[in-house]
């Protein structure tokens, strides 16, 4: 838990990168269909996208650790209605 705080006091950027790829991971190793499994994801989401300057350094050290774009990462983790939201939330 203090790596975590301190994690998020030394480079907040990377911090919720890692914790949007968990969100996403969460999504995919469980029940797709499982709305639950969503609100993990649009609260971290919707946490950074407030912060426009905080949201792109984001999603540039996310592709720095995990060599993919976090809006591709959405889409493959999303569907139908949800999957175009959460998509035009990571744009912004």
Do not use: Q
Request: hydrophobic share 35%.
């Amino acid at each position: 838990m203090i790596c975590h705080i301190l994690n998020g006091a030394i480079n907040r950027p990377a911090r919720d990168a890692l914790l949007l790829r968990h969100a996403i991971d969460d999504i995919g190793s469980h029940n797709r269909e499982e709305e639950l499994r969503y609100e993990l994801l649009i609260s971290r989401l919707m946490r950074v996208h407030w912060e426009p300057v905080h949201l792109t350094r984001v999603k540039r050290e996310y592709v720095e650790k995990y060599r993919k774009e976090l809006e591709h990462d959405v889409e493959d983790a999303t569907k139908s209605d949800f999957r175009e939201f959460m998509y035009e939330i990571c744009k912004t």
